[in-house]
């Protein structure tokens, strides 16, 4: 059983940045992160393949989030820059069993999600 665990939410302001990490990743083994707001659907936020050479990112985040990964501490980041107040969500961590990357249905293990709040 792999047990992911986000860290480093938090409130922060507008144009503000913010940095999580998702540890328990895995060597070989895509990644996904994704959020849900208040009283919406789960959304794909980026991806990344089992050897870092992939990375894809949801339209709404392209150009101010990175997504990254650390294989010697088993662990994978969400550069988080330029945050606007829409990017207020739980932001949960997954890995990738089969399928497409941008559906949450594609990814077996999930984190229990960390808060983003970002104030205007």
């Known amino acids: 059983q792999v047990q992911l665990v986000e860290s480093g939410g938090g409130l922060v302001q507008a144009g503000g940045s913010l940095r999580l990490a998702c540890a328990g990743a895995g060597r070989g083994f895509s990644m996904g992160w994704f959020r849900r707001a208040s009283g919406k659907e789960r959304e794909f936020v980026a991806y990344?393949?089992?050897?870092?050479?992939?990375?894809h990112y949801g339209d709404s985040v392209k150009g101010r989030f990175t997504i990254s990964r650390s294989d010697d501490n088993n662990e994978v980041y969400l550069q988080m820059n330029s945050l606007a107040p829409d990017d207020t969500a739980v932001y949960y961590c997954?890995?990738?069993?089969?399928?497409?990357?941008?559906?949450?249905?594609?990814?077996?293990?999930w984190g229990q999600g960390t808060q983003v709040t970002v104030s205007s």
């Open positions: 997954a890995q990738l069993r089969r399928g497409p990357y941008y559906v949450a249905t594609s990814y077996r293990y």
């Open positions: 990344i393949s089992h050897d870092g050479g992939l990375r």
